[in-house]
């Protein structure tokens, strides 16, 4: 009989350096691709792989996350199928909020271990498409008691991620949290045979990089929770479990990006716009899930549209779109320049009522105003961008910030809810 499989999805991380966007919500639930929001692909991954029993940890800004997960993910009272919540709380024999991964695992251990023989562990806001159903099947074939999921990376970004040193079997003997030291580095390079014995061709990549997925069996996560008392997977409990247990890589040759940055987040949005993106949305045969709206089609009104999305609910008037998403209930007025940028939509359709109500008090409606340009920006959810508004970085800001926008590396980021009144220059 095969072992059980339950997933746990850690999501309760603050997502400082995705802030604005992370200003009244958690990271996993910031929108992608104008639709979508980052918890969908890990638990989509996972309903793909047959892993149906799935906790979903989560702890800072949480209301919009759970909102969404308990409107979207419902199964049927047939099967032993759920995605549980599962909030940090006091207790009386702890009082403390989750101090890390490691720390939130534990405080939930009683919940967890009895689901599964095999604990898969996940992050709430990485874009990648993965069958975890592989990646299971190696731990189990290897004899592993943890496996982690690498990446494979040039020697160029290695000062990025935690790395792990390999051996020709692919038994990890090393980790390195982001290391610096040239010395470090060249020690921590991949073995051909390493590359030959996965049938993966290197392509001028030198290092594995840890994508902070894990499998762990049962009776060993609870050994190395229990014992040190370490708050994180990364820095702590991975580092030491490779000196005690059987701890073994999976080479994970698919796309994979942690868009825990603004710079990140913004890029990856973007190239979802190429004609060939590197992550496919259109995949029919393993979508990404996420809440059913039952929007009306997107009107597009004489518009010169170039390499965007188009998301469902939006009216668009006569206006030059480039490189762009428009998100979901979108308003474009007439005139408007959008060059390079994510407009991630509204939450709802504003009535003609509360726009004239609004109006009356000098608040423009959401959406885009007439006769604006806006370049290399983000424009997130319930925006409100007056008339003949520039949007363009025209000081050549490098970061700034305001209660409704900031500018960060020089990418614009209009905050959820933020007003830019009408004939802003930025």
Not at 134 to 150: L, R, S
Not at 346 to 357: G, L, V
């Amino acid at each position: 009989m095969a072992p059980s499989v339950v997933a746990v999805i850690m999501a309760g991380g603050q997502g400082s350096r995705l802030y604005p966007l992370t200003k009244i919500r958690s990271k996993p639930a910031v929108p992608i691709a104008g639709r979508f929001r980052l918890i969908d692909v890990p638990i989509s991954n996972c309903i793909h792989s047959g892993y149906r029993r799935i906790f979903v940890l989560t702890q800072f800004a949480s209301h919009s996350l759970h909102r969404h997960i308990l409107i979207t993910y419902r199964f049927d009272a047939f099967h032993p199928d759920f995605v549980n919540l599962l909030s940090a709380q006091q207790t009386l024999d702890n009082r403390d909020w989750y101090q890390g991964t490691a720390d939130a695992v534990r405080q939930n251990l009683n919940y967890i271990v009895d689901q599964g023989d095999i604990i898969l562990i996940l992050a709430g806001d990485h874009l990648y498409r993965m069958d975890y159903r592989k990646f299971v099947e190696h731990h189990i074939k290897t004899g592993a008691e943890i496996t982690i999921a690498g990446t494979l990376v040039p020697e160029s970004q290695v000062s990025e991620f935690g790395v792990m040193k390999v051996d020709p079997a692919g038994h990890i003997v090393e980790f390195a949290e982001k290391p610096r030291d040239p010395g470090v580095i060249a020690s921590l390079r991949i073995p051909e045979s390493a590359f030959a014995s996965a049938g993966l061709d290197p392509a001028g990549r030198t290092h594995l990089a840890s994508t902070g997925i894990y499998v762990f069996n049962r009776n060993v996560l609870k050994q190395v929770l229990e014992a040190g008392g370490h708050e994180d997977f990364g820095r702590q409990v991975i580092p030491e479990a490779i000196r005690t247990h059987k701890v073994v890589s999976y080479f994970f040759d698919g796309y994979w990006e942690d868009i825990g940055t603004i710079p990140a987040f913004f890029e990856a949005n973007l190239n979802l716009t190429e004609p060939l993106p590197k992550f496919n949305f259109y995949d029919e045969e393993r979508p990404i899930f996420t809440h059913a709206r039952f929007l009306p089609g997107s009107k597009i009104l004489q518009s010169d549209v170039h390499n965007s999305i188009l998301c469902e609910g939006s009216i668009i008037n006569w206006s030059r779109i480039d490189h762009s998403i428009v998100g979901v209930r979108s308003r474009i007025a007439e005139g408007c320049v959008l060059n390079r940028t994510v407009v991630m939509g509204a939450d709802y359709f504003e009535s003609a009522e509360e726009k004239d109500r609004n109006e009356a008090m000098g608040i423009p409606p959401i959406g885009i105003g007439r006769d604006t340009e806006i370049r290399n920006a983000i424009i997130d959810k319930n925006s409100r961008i007056g008339r003949g508004v520039r949007l363009v970085n025209a000081r050549g800001l490098k970061d700034e910030r305001t209660d409704s926008w900031s500018v960060v590396n020089g990418i614009i980021v209009v905050a959820k809810n933020g007003i830019v009144p009408d004939g802003t220059v930025l």
